[in-house]
């Protein structure tokens, strides 16, 4: 489908439905989508599943919207951090759920969801309780752990430059999780820093096809 | 390089004790440990340096090591932390702190880079630890205790993916104890992987024949090992 441009991000998160699975990019604050956050918390979707590498920071983005009490169950590697205070109450009052991955087996998990694997074996977590209940198997000498997919409904994503085809280009260390999101959910959505007209962006230099993306809003800010 | 003397679990016999070098007259501080750890990555590698008090090594890399550091949020050939005008939100490391990029830096998403991670193709990451057993087992992601919010982030892929894994802690906790255990009674985060320890108090290769003492400082190696004998 053709990626939309939207006009704001409330349009750009129209539609996300109670009970989504919601992939949100970032790496602390770096490459973080806080005004499609923002527009979803207003937006009203609640009950919802995140993905996303930490469980946010300070009282903005990921915090705000796990403080407006939209989120059940947080998906990541990392949530305790000196600024995951919001986080940290909600968890030990037993108001979110906690599924802690690898982060490298988080992003993969993402990349085989975007690319059609069924499932991986991965020598991550051996022997830990985070591998507890898992199938192993040796292959060539080694334990591994299978682990499946994750999918999610929708995908928030923060890029430096879109073109109107949606075709994605990201900045420095903030394009972190972007890329393998923008594959693995069925409703992509990119908040970008300057939108350009179709020709401007460098072929060689796209990092997320226009394939991948469904909606594309500019937040200059 | 030292003699071969066993301890913390395994203990072979003392003869050799006497024979491993003190190589400072006391424990050193966090700025030495990191010191010793850059002086044995051998040039040329590419490095992972984990959060935190790892991070110190990069300080002391000498100049035209040709090492190249990575960061698991992305990018190689990562420079030191920003100051100033150079602090970009965008460009920070895997501990969120702002830093800076060095010519022949390459920027990859995540999945890329732990792929890079676990496909061995980093030579060396230094990680610091709770707990490491004498054969190489690595626990530095959770106390086990229950109020505690568990985070594991990269450590686990690195502790499984990186070629070397290097340790540096202190080698006593707080409460007199060693953190260097015959077995490792937090949770785990990675089995037999830990190849050097680098302490406040000595240095040792692990492996499956235990902890192999290197060298020590400010104390003798038979008084470090009735030390460790005793926590």
């Known amino acids: 489908m053709t990626t939309v441009l939207c006009a704001d991000p409330d349009e750009a998160v129209a539609g996300v439905g109670d009970g989504s699975t919601v992939l949100v990019g970032g790496f602390g604050m770096a490459g973080m989508p806080v005004a499609l956050i923002d527009a979803l918390i207003r937006q009203g979707a609640t009950d919802l599943t995140v993905v996303s590498n930490n469980a946010g920071n300070g009282d903005t983005g990921l915090a705000a919207l796990l403080a407006a009490g939209r989120v059940r169950k947080v998906v990541c590697s990392f949530p305790r951090q000196a600024d995951s205070w919001v986080f940290d109450g909600l968890y030990r009052q037993g108001r979110v759920e906690l599924e802690l991955v690898p982060q490298g087996t988080l992003a993969e998990r993402m990349r085989a969801a975007g690319a059609g694997i069924g499932a991986f074996y991965c020598p991550t977590g051996v022997g830990t309780p985070l591998a507890e209940g898992k199938e192993t198997r040796e292959i060539d000498g080694r334990s591994h752990v299978l682990e499946y997919p994750l999918r999610g409904d929708v995908a928030l994503i923060g890029a430096y430059r879109a073109d109107r085809m949606g075709n994605l280009v990201y900045r420095k260390t903030a394009r972190n ?23 401007a962006l ?12 469904d909606r594309v809003v500019e937040v200059t800010s | 390089m030292s003699t071969r003397t066993l301890v913390a679990g395994v203990l072979a016999g003392p003869a050799d004790l006497d024979a491993v070098p003190t190589t ?20 040329g590698s590419f490095v992972n340096l984990g ?39 965008d460009l920070t490391n895997a501990g969120k702190v702002p830093v800076t990029e060095l010519p022949g830096a390459a920027y990859f998403h995540h999945a890329d880079s732990f792929a ?14 709770f707990q490491v057993s004498a054969r190489g087992d690595l626990a530095n992601w959770h106390t086990g205790a229950p109020d505690a919010i568990p985070a594991v982030g990269g450590a686990m892929d690195l502790a499984t993916g990186a070629r070397q894994v290097f340790v540096m802690m202190t080698l006593f906790a707080k409460d007199g104890t060693s953190k260097l255990v015959p077995s490792c009674t937090y949770p785990l985060t990675g ?15 692990l492996g499956p024949d235990g902890a192999v003492l290197r060298e020590t400082f400010g104390c003798s190696a038979r008084e470090l090992v009735e030390r460790l004998g005793r926590g």
């Open chain 1, 202 to 213: 460098d072929p060689e230099a796209v990092v997320t096809p226009g394939i991948y993306v």
């Open chain 2, 51 to 89: 959060i935190g008090q790892p991070t110190l090594v990069a300080d002391h890399l000498p100049a035209g090591s040709g090492v190249v550091l990575h960061t698991e949020n992305g990018m190689l050939n990562m420079g030191p932390a920003a100051l100033g005008d150079e602090v970009d939100p």
């Open chain 2, 24 to 43: 400072a007259p006391g424990p050193l501080d966090k700025h030495a440990m990191a010191a010793l750890v850059a002086r044995d990555i051998p040039a």
């Open chain 2, 116 to 129: 890079m991670m676990r496909g061995g193709h980093l030579d060396v990451c230094v990680l610091g630890a």
């Open chain 2, 191 to 205: 089995l037999a992987c830990v190849s050097r320890l680098y302490t406040d108090q000595a240095v040792f290769d």
């Open chain 1, 177 to 199: 999780f972007g890329p393998v999101m923008a594959t693995a959910a069925t409703t992509v959505v990119a908040q970008v820093r300057e939108v350009v007209d179709v020709g």
